[in-house]
């Protein structure tokens, strides 16, 4: 595992190369001091594979762990003469990887449009960045012969099977996806995945499937060393940015390019949806008006109360809620098991194999009550069910025999 310390607690430079290394790759004192420690662990984690000579790596976070970030920090320290690299990345993220790549990577950056696709790239002695948004995919036609140092994609399980993707490579290439593939798999895609950033890494895709699936059943993971999650609940030290830290950071990029005329887009709040059942029902009771913003008091897939039980309210303790609730309004249990009423013979009684063996005897009696606790009523009873109308009197000695049976039952 990787030993986490803050490079800004040290006030010098990050030093990643080691002492036994030819050239030294450090990242400056103004770019390390902004990091923290998930970002410290990515950056190690793929400084660590390209050292190794590993083609490439895939790094899978949640969101809100800024990609930009890391990545220019990254190629601050590791492109230090002239060389380029393609970023490809979603419109909404554009200016945040120009805003960093300017300011924290030293690059020179050029938007990629139809007019400056089929430009020159190669060869001006530049440390250049070329950002490309995902819709204009297909401008990489014009840079699939491009000797990149390093090709980045954001969001690269959206459109890793995308033919034109096999054509672009650099020396170590970096796929940045947010899904997870724990709660939503695909081996054919991570396969592609893989096979993109190291190719070969993980053999043909039949022989994929075979080793995953072992993998899946035996807990492993023989991804690490090309593949890394990361989530905010990996280590305690990590700490997701609050609302205002966001809000700061959003204006100060938007800020940023409004004074280099950059369009920057607004952030669209996500909207909550209302799930409604499909299936058809018994005709939903109106919802009672109670005012304000009825979004909180939308019940999600709303259902007869008889049949199931309603969710719990996301304001009250789950667990407590849901086990209160179960009691209050389940539905009756369904029995899965039924007996037959059988009549207690002497030669065939009424328990099965493993309740004989365990000296216990069970009897279902039809139309008949059971017998109380107290002994001679028990007694009664016991000699009432062997008695038979047509009959004389019973046999004494196969009385005592029941009622030897009937002490060791009433005793236990």
């Keep these: 595992m990787f030993y986490v310390k803050h490079p800004s607690d040290l006030d010098q430079p990050w030093t990643l190369s080691k002492k036994t290394d030819t050239n030294l790759v450090v990242i400056p004192l103004e770019v390390s001091k902004l990091l923290k420690n998930h970002q410290i662990m990515a950056i190690e984690f793929l400084y660590h594979n390209y050292r190794k000579g590993i083609k490439g790596s895939i790094l899978n976070q949640e969101p809100g762990m800024n990609f930009p970030l890391q990545i220019t920090a990254l190629f601050r320290a590791l492109l230090t003469g002239s060389g380029v690299i393609l970023i490809i990345c979603p419109e909404h993220s554009l200016c945040f990887w120009h805003y960093h790549l300017v300011n924290h990577g030293d690059f020179t950056v050029v938007q990629i449009t139809e007019k400056n696709s089929k430009n020159n790239y190669e060869g001006n002695n530049k440390k250049l960045a070329l950002l490309l948004q995902v819709a204009h995919l297909k401008l990489c036609e014009d840079l699939a012969n491009v000797d990149f140092f390093s090709v980045i994609i954001e969001n690269f399980d959206q459109i890793a099977n995308k033919l034109i993707i096999k054509r672009l490579n650099g020396k170590f290439n970096i796929g940045l996806t947010y899904r997870s593939f724990y709660t939503n798999p695909d081996q054919k895609l991570q396969w592609k995945m893989l096979n993109w950033a190291n190719p070969g890494c993980v053999g043909k895709l039949n022989d994929f499937y075979e080793v995953d699936n072992k993998n ?22 990590f700490q997701k940015p609050g609302d205002e830290e966001t809000e700061i950071y959003e204006r100060t990029v938007a800020d940023w390019a409004a004074k280099n005329s950059l369009n920057f887009p607004e952030m669209k709040k996500s909207r909550k949806r209302k799930h409604v059942d499909k299936t058809p029902t018994v005709a939903d009771p109106e ?11 939308t019940v999600i897939n709303e259902v007869p109360i008889d049949k199931y039980v309603k969710l719990p309210s996301m304001d009250e303790n789950p667990i407590l809620t849901s086990i209160i609730k179960n009691f209050e309004i389940s539905p ?3 029995l899965t098991r039924t007996y037959e009423s059988l009549p207690y013979t002497l030669t065939q009684p009424n328990c099965s194999k493993y309740e004989e063996d365990s000296n216990v005897i069970l009897s279902f009696i039809d139309n008949k009550e059971r017998p109380s606790t107290s002994k001679s009523e028990s007694e009664d009873f016991i000699i009432n069910l062997i008695k038979k109308p047509e009959s004389d009197e019973p046999n004494t000695q196969d009385i005592k025999g029941i009622l030897n049976k009937a002490d060791a039952v009433l005793q236990n």
């Design 287 to 297: 919802p009672v008006q109670t005012g304000g913003d009825s979004s909180s008091d």
């Design 332 to 334: 009756e249990p369904i």
């Design 216 to 237: 899946f059943d035996d807990f492993k993971d023989n991804y690490r060393y090309w593949w890394m999650r990361l989530t905010w609940k990996f280590c305690e030290s």
